[in-house]
Nanobody
Framework: QVQLVESGGGLVQAGGSLRLSCAAS????????MAWFRQAPGKERKFVAI????????YYAESVKGRFTISRDNAKNTVYLQMNSLKPEEKAVYYC?????????????????WGQGTQVTVSS
């Protein structure tokens, strides 16, 4: 099975950028569809972006299209989430997740593996 470790969170001003990383170990990211979710305080965890197992297709939540980019570096066994033009309401814990069958799901219930999360805070 795969282990996932997120990093790159922090405090940023509204309109700023952050790049999150999700380092995998145990297995390679090419074995999975890899996704990012986020969970704001007191709210459910929500889908942000996904890159499919082949690495050729990406999908985004409507709210982040055009501002966030998910990518994968096979050599580093790492998935990234570049976040631009961040908004205060996007303050959340961001989680990396892996789906073992290579499918594309927008619900967190279908992902078998999760990282511990990284906090993103956007000040107004």
């Amino acid at each position: 099975q795969v282990q996932l470790v997120e990093s790159g969170g922090g405090l940023v001003q509204a309109g700023g950028s952050l790049r999150l990383s999700c380092a995998a170990s145990g297995r390679t990211v090419t074995d999975y569809s890899m996704a990012w979710f986020r969970q704001a305080p007191g709210k459910e965890r929500k889908f942000v972006a996904i890159i499919n197992r082949r690495g050729v297709s990406t999908y985004y939540a409507e709210s982040v299209k055009g501002r966030f980019t998910i990518s994968r570096d096979n050599a580093k066994n790492t998935v990234y989430l570049q976040m631009n033009s961040l908004k205060p309401e996007e303050k959340a814990v961001y989680y990396c997740a892996a789906e073992e069958n290579g499918n594309v799901y927008y619900t967190d219930k279908r992902y078998e593996y999760w990282g511990q999360g990284t906090q993103v805070t956007v000040s107004s």
